[in-house]
């Protein structure tokens, strides 16, 4: 599978654009993580860290179920990878843990955010609070923070990446 990473268009109105950043962002992520194995996907950046590509997806997935189903709609979804008694649980992985799961569990809930931003204009609020401030937030403060996250975890991934087989960049 290739994925076809699309820059954003220059002259698009604001909501165009965040959503155009945001899937660019996703799918960077996405092109980091492609050719390899399972077993490469899983490796660990530097020990003791368990940080590793499949984690990162894995927490990106709820990191999308979190902001858009949770905050934005106020659905009940519990996390997928981590819970109260784990909460770093996205990144422990297993021999069990596969690519083709992991991948096809973010692209739902991408798939579901999309849905959930869908039904909301940039200025209105969400039915949940933020859990430090207890405000509700916008879903331009949402698609913004998304961004800033994928864009963070993709400079994590570049060096992951790196140190699996060499390839650096795009």
Request: charged letters at 30%.
């Amino acid at each position: 599978m290739t994925t076809e990473r699309r820059m954003p268009a220059l002259d698009a109105a604001e909501r165009t654009m965040l959503e155009g950043w945001l899937d660019f962002h996703r799918q960077t992520l996405a092109v980091k993580c492609e050719g390899l194995t399972d077993a490469q996907l899983r490796t660990a950046s530097v020990e003791p860290s368990p940080l590793s590509l499949m984690g990162l997806v894995r927490h990106m997935t709820d990191v999308e179920r979190s902001w858009y189903r949770r905050v934005l709609r106020g659905e009940e979804a519990p996390p997928i990878y981590w819970s109260d008694e784990d909460p770093d649980g996205e990144f422990r992985l297993t021999e069990a843990d596969t690519w083709q799961e992991t991948y096809a569990a973010w692209q739902s809930e991408i798939e579901a955010a999309r849905q959930a931003a869908a039904g909301f204009g940039l200025d209105d609020l969400s039915k949940s609070p933020h859990r430090r401030t207890g405000k509700e937030m916008n879903l331009r403060w949402i698609h913004t923070h998304m961004i800033e996250e994928y864009a963070r975890h993709n400079g994590h991934a570049d060096l992951i990446r790196e140190r699996i087989d060499g390839a650096t960049g795009s």
